[in-house]
């Protein structure tokens, strides 16, 4: 949730959000998981989206590596560390690779 709110006060660029999950890209734009356990974070998604461009983007996956490692990095260090303008270390191999797979149409 801090990402996506710092993405829209540092930028004014469109909001691509990947997930590998059908379920949780149409939940932004319908109200499939507003009565789920994870409701409260939709709602506060859809809130932070509703004045910006927003681009879901399915991904397989395989290509969910980043987040997959950026997840482990907080839950192993027990912090939520920013970086802005630059790469974080744990995936600096990984970011050349997804960099160029990011597509806006």
């Known amino acids: 949730m801090q990402g996506m709110a710092l993405t829209i006060n540092h930028t004014t660029l469109p909001v691509v959000v990947q997930s590998d999950s059908s379920e949780a ?16 974070l939709v709602l506060e998604i859809k809130d932070l989206i509703s004045s910006r461009e927003f681009l879901p983007q ?3 996956r395989s ?23 630059s790469v974080p270390p744990c995936i600096e191999d990984l970011w050349p690779l997804i960099y160029n797979t990011i597509t806006l149409q």
């Open 25 to 40: 890209l149409a939940s932004l734009s319908n109200n499939a998981l507003v009565r789920s356990a994870y409701g409260h």
């Open 58 to 60: 399915k991904i397989h």
């Open 63 to 85: 290509q969910n590596r980043v987040a997959d490692r950026l997840a482990n990095y907080s839950r192993s260090e027990r912090t939520t560390d920013v970086w802005l303008n």
